[in-house]
């Protein structure tokens, strides 16, 4: 059964610290990635990582967030250091099938066709 399950998320003072996770089943997922969605604002790419273990950022959080996995518990994490009022938003975990070739450096949603439920973050200042 595909499932995406999102925990993790919260509300924290800005330059503050949290992890997400993601527990992921069924597949042995191509690409896994962190998407988000601020109130009236379009669901935006954070991270990718590849099943090379390649990784990509949007560039409003590089350097602030590190995207990994841990392939034998069916993983993925998102920790976000720095955080800043602007990545309020609920994230989303999101997988690509495994016979699904997704470009790198680009967050196209269609690549992703399995989506968790969402966790939600927020930053105050």
């Known amino acids: 059964q595909v499932q995406l399950v999102e925990s993790g998320g919260g509300s924290v003072q800005a330059g503050g610290s949290l992890r997400l996770s993601c527990a992921t089943s069924g597949y042995t997922y191509n690409a896994k990635g962190w998407f988000r969605q601020a109130p009236g604002k379009e669901r935006e790419g954070v991270a990718v990582?590849?099943?090379?273990?390649?990784?990509y950022y949007a560039d409003s959080v590089k350097g602030r967030f590190t995207i990994s996995q841990d392939n034998a518990r069916k993983m993925v994490y998102l920790q976000m250091n720095s955080l800043k009022p602007e990545d309020t938003a609920m994230y989303y975990c999101a997988a690509a099938p495994p016979f699904r070739t997704v470009q790198f450096g680009t967050f196209d949603r269609g690549d992703f066709d399995f989506w968790g439920q969402g966790t939600q973050v927020t930053v105050s200042s």
């Open positions: 990582i590849y099943s090379s273990g390649t990784t």
